[in-house]
């Protein structure tokens, strides 16, 4: 579990109800500030945060354009089914659903620098 002094702030954008709200309570349990949205918020309105953890359906090639979630580049975590990364995402981190074990926090903690380890190749 992460320490709680200054928690990381994540936002959690997923379409699904259910699936943001399990998301939200995993990242919540090992201590990061959670905000959640159905999908990618609207340019100019996009809230404070260090990283995204993005469903694949709450992105779509216009709000990949956006420059927040560009700017954020491997902090922005695209939970994805699909076997190849799409080249309109090719700046983001991509983690394959279904999740195992704990590599949705692992790929977190390593994007944000916070422990020495990159992220497993694809």
Not at 38 to 65: C, L, Q, Y
Request: aromatic content about 4%; hydrophobic content about 40%; charged content about 25%.
């Amino acid at each position: 579990m992460r320490s709680s002094a200054h928690p990381a702030s994540i936002l959690v954008v997923a379409p699904d109800d259910s699936l943001r709200r399990s998301l939200s309570f995993m990242l919540k349990a090992e201590g990061y500030s959670v905000r959640e949205s159905p999908s990618w918020p609207e340019a100019g309105s996009t809230p404070a945060f260090d990283a995204a953890v993005i469903d694949h359906g709450g992105i779509n090639r216009f709000s990949s354009d956006d420059r927040v979630l560009r700017g954020l580049g491997a902090r922005a975590v695209i939970l994805s089914s699909r076997a190849e990364q799409p080249s309109h995402l090719a700046f983001a981190s991509i983690v394959r659903k279904p999740l195992i074990e704990h590599e949705l926090v692992d790929r977190l903690e390593a994007v944000l620098g916070e422990n020495k380890v990159e992220p497993k190749p694809e």
